[in-house]
C-alpha cells in the first residue's frame, strides 16, 4: 500500500470512529472551538509549576502557544512509547458563528481519538499532568472529567478514545468577536499532553500518527484559519519512520586462521544509518512541558556469540563517527565488561551524542597488532579481533538490536535485548526477527570466521601382509609459504601434531598421535611437526606404538592422516621386505572432508578450498 493510499485509509478510520462517537455524545450546543497542534505552552511549563489559571498572563495574552512542527514530531516506528505533538483546545471567543456560548458549555463533551494504542498514561486523569484545565475565571471556570478506552476500532486497528466531558462551562468572551486566551486575558482551553503510544502497528516506511477532535457542538471545529464543518477536525500529530535506513545496514564477514596471531586478515565491517535525524535520541532530563516524563537514552546492544576459544574480541568504550556538526553520532558503552576470550560477549551502549541531521556509523575490527580498537577516525571506530598462538576454529556470529532489559547480566553473554518493563522509557517491540524490516533487529549475521588449521592426507593402500611393509611419510611445507606468498589471508607456517587413522579391511578401525621420540623428524620437546621438517615411519611402528601390536603382519587396507598444520604433503612407500625392493610409491592425496560448516581442503579441487589449492576450477555446462 503507497504512502498515500495507507494515510487515506487512516484517515477515514479516525474520522468514521470519531464521527461514531459525535453522534452519542450529548446534544448540549456549544460555541466554536479552535484547535492547534503544540509542542509547549505558557505559562502552564513554567518549570516546577502546576497548571495555572490562565488570567495571570503573558505579555497582555492568556497563553503563548509554541506549534509543533507541521506533522508533529518524527516518532521511531520501532518504538511501544513515542510521543507526538500535544492538542490545544481552546474557545475561540467567536460571538457570530455560533449561539454565543463557550466551546466547552456544561454537559458538553469533546472526543478525541487516535489512531494508536497509548501506552503510557492510561488511563488520563483529569487534573494530572496530562491534562490541563486553564479558564481565566480560575475554579468558578472550567471544569471537566475525562475517560480512556484502548482497544480496537471497527476495522480491528488499534486506537485510543479520550472523552473529556464539561461539568462545569468554561469561560467565554463577552467583549467582543474572536476574544480568546491566546489574544487577551479572557478564555478557556483544554490541553492534552504527555501522551505516548505504542507505533509499532503503525506499517509503512513513513507513516503517521492522527488524533480527530469531535465535539457535541453542532457547529465549527476552528483549525487555524481553517473552517472545518461537521464539529470535527483531523490532526497529523507524529510522523513516523523508522529509525535504521535498510539500504545503508551492511555487515562484512571477516576471516581468518587457527592459532594465527595477531587477529583477521580481512576484517570485518559493520555499518548502519538513520533514516532520519536524531533517530537515535539521547536522554531528555530537563522537562519542556510540565511533568513530562524524562527518558533515558535510546540503548542498542552488541551481541557476540560463539567466539571461537583462544579468539579474544573487544569493544571500545566509545563509538562515534568521524562527522562533526548536525551528523555527529555518539555511543557510550554501559557495560563494564568490553572483552571476552572464547564464547560470548554483550556490550550494552546508549546514545550520549546526535544531531539533527542523519548520521551513520561504519565500524570495522582491528588486530591486536593493528590500530587501537578505540580509534575514531575518518574510517570509523573499531572492534578488536585478536588471534591467539592456540585457538579453536569456528564461525562468530553478531546481532545489533535496540533497547536491552534493564538488568541485563551484563558480561555474561546473556542476551535478551528487549526493554519490556512497563516503566521503561524509550521501550521497543519485542520482535527480532529480520523477516520485515525494520524491526527492532538491526543487524544479525556472520561477524567472523576462524579457519581451521588443517590437512586432510589419504594414503590408499597400506599393508605389512606376505612379507611387504609401509612406510608413510608426512612433510610440512610451510616453511616456503612466507617465500611465495605475502598476502595476510595465505596461511602462515605453522606447527602441530599429525594424527594417524588406520581402517584395516579386515579389522576395526583405530587412531594414534606420536609423540616425541617415534619415528623421526617430530619436535623432542611438543611432538609437533615444525614447518619444514619431514615426518617418516613405519607402519609396524605406528600400529604397534597405537597399541594394536596383534596387528602386525595382518595389516592390509588404507591409513588417514590429519594434520594441525597447513601445507601438509605425504608419499607412501610399499617394500618387498625379503629383497628391499620398492615395489610402490605413491603421493598421498590431499582431501577434504567437512568440518563443521566449512568444507576443508581440495576434495573437489576447489580453488578457493582450504587449507590450501590443489589447481583451478573449470566449470562445465551440463
Known sequence: MSWKRSTLFLFLLVFAGAMSLATTAGAVVGGPCSVETVATVVPPDAPGAPPAPASSGNGGVGLIANAAPSGGPTLNQEGETER???????DNGNLTTGPGTSCFPAGAQVVITYNAGLTTPNPVVTNSS??????????????????????????????????????????????????????SYTGSAIRL?????????????????????????????????????????????????????????????????QSYPPGLCTPADVEFGEEFGNAFRTAITSQAVYKDITTGDMSLIFNVTNIPSGVTVTFPSTLAN??????????????????????????????????????????????????????????????GVAVGSSTGAGTAKLQVVFGPTDGNPVGTGAFTGDDVQPSA?????????????????????????????????????ATDEFGFATGLEVANTGASNNIFF??????????GTITFY??????????????????RGLDATTGNLDAGSIFADTLDDLITKAGQSSMVGKFDGYV?????????????????????????????????????????????????????????VTKRKH
Open 193 to 257: 499532553k504527555n501522551l505516548r503510544f505504542d507505533v509499532t502497528s503503525l506499517v509503512g516506511r513513513t507513516s503517521s500518527v492522527q488524533a480527530t477532535i469531535s465535539t457535541s457542538n453542532p457547529v465549527t471545529v476552528v483549525d487555524g484559519a481553517d473552517m472545518l464543518g461537521g464539529g470535527s477536525d483531523l490532526e497529523t500529530v507524529g510522523t513516523i519512520s523508522s529509525t535504521i535506513n535498510p539500504d545503508s545496514t551492511f555487515l562484512g564477514e571477516g576471516t581468518g586462521f
Open 486 to 495: 605475502s598476502h595476510a589471508c595465505f596461511a602462515p607456517a605453522t606447527n
Open 84 to 90: 507526538p505533538a500535544d492538542l490545544l483546545i481552546y
Open 425 to 461: 522509557i524509550p521501550r521497543y517491540i519485542p520482535s527480532v526477527s529480520t523477516s520485515t524490516p525494520p524491526s527492532r533487529n538491526i543487524l544479525n549475521g556472520n561477524f567472523f570466521t576462524i579457519n581451521p588449521v588443517e590437512t586432510v592426507l589419504l594414503y590408499p593402500y
Open 130 to 183: 496530562d491534562l490541563d484545565v486553564m479558564d481565566s475565571a480560575g475554579t468558578s471556570g472550567l471544569v471537566v472529567s475525562v475517560a480512556t478506552s484502548v482497544g480496537l476500532s471497527t476495522f480491528d486497528t488499534p486506537q485510543t478514545v479520550i472523552t473529556i466531558t464539561v461539568l462545569q462551562a468554561g469561560t467565554h468572551s463577552s467583549s467582543g468577536t474572536g476574544v480568546n486566551l491566546l489574544n
Open 322 to 383: 568521524s562527522v562533526t556538526g548536525g551528523g555527529a553520532l555518539v555511543f557510550t558503552a554501559r557495560s563494564s565488561t568490553l572483552a571476552a576470550t572464547g564464547g560470548s560477549l554483550a556490550v550494552i551502549y546508549d546514545t550520549t551524542v546526535n544531531g539533527t541531521s542523519d548520521g551513520g556509523m561504519d565500524i570495522d575490527t582491528a588486530n591486536a597488532a593493528g590500530p587501537s580498537p578505540n580509534a575514531t577516525d575518518t574510517d570509523g571506530p573499531q572492534i
Open 560 to 616: 588417514m592422516a590429519v594434520t594441525n598444520f597447513n601445507y601438509a604433503h605425504g608419499i607412501g612407500l610399499v617394500l618387498n621386505a625379503s629383497n628391499g625392493n620398492s615395489v610402490m610409491s605413491d603421493n598421498a592425496l590431499v582431501v577434504g572432508p567437512f568440518t563443521g560448516d566449512i568444507l576443508r581442503g581440495g576434495q573437489l579441487g576447489s580453488f578457493f578450498g582450504f587449507p590450501e589449492t590443489l589447481g583451478s
Open 502 to 519: 588406520f581402517f584395516p579391511s579386515n579389522g576395526t578401525p583405530f587412531s594414534y598421535t606420536p609423540v616425541a621420540g617415534v619415528g
